[in-house]
């Protein structure tokens, strides 16, 4: 960890506050994805509390509410989407499977395919570090925006991925 930058220690410390503290959704979908679902599918306030947590941790940390960061009835839609659509246990099978696949946490070899990071306030993202399993061909840091930048800043990643594929193709 010698010679980190003050900006990657920050992003180091973001990281640990996550593992220490913000992980227990990725514990139980992995675990127990059967069993959220039923809470989750019975209870429609429990949707909203499940998800809506997500946006007041992930949302740009500048912000107070997640409503600041993403339009409430934008966020309403999305959490409407799970509840209507019965996917609380599709949504975490993801977790499930991975927890559960011997070989996803093994050392794979460098991966070759171009790759596009955009990091926005709250990542964790350091560049050396994606470096050492990616082939990073775009990196591109962003003052505003969150987890949820499609909601919350669209332009930003619209035109990042754009400038990506440009790259690509010149």
Do not use: C
């Not at 997500?54 to 309403?76: C, G, H, I, Q, Y």
Request: proline fraction near 7%.
């Amino acid at each position: 960890m010698a010679g980190l930058t003050p900006e990657e220690q920050r992003r180091l410390g973001r990281f640990k506050q996550f593992q220490d503290d913000m992980m227990g959704y990725m514990q139980i979908q992995g675990t127990r994805p059967q069993t959220l679902s039923y809470a989750l599918t019975d209870s429609p306030a429990g949707q909203l509390a499940w998800i809506v947590e997500k946006f007041k941790e992930w949302t740009n940390p500048s912000v107070d509410l997640p409503e600041d960061a993403v339009d409430r009835d934008r966020m309403l839609a999305n959490v409407s989407i799970y509840w209507f659509t019965g996917t609380a246990r599709s949504s975490a099978n993801q977790y499930y499977e991975t927890f559960h696949d011997p070989s996803a946490f093994a050392p794979k070899p460098r991966s070759t395919v171009p790759t596009g990071v955009a990091v926005f306030p709250g990542d964790v993202a350091i560049r050396r570090f994606a470096e050492r399993t990616d082939t990073i061909i775009h990196w591109s840091e962003f003052d505003r925006g969150g987890h949820f930048a499609a909601m919350e800043a669209p332009d930003l990643p619209v035109d990042d991925i754009r400038a990506f594929f440009r790259g690509l193709t010149a």
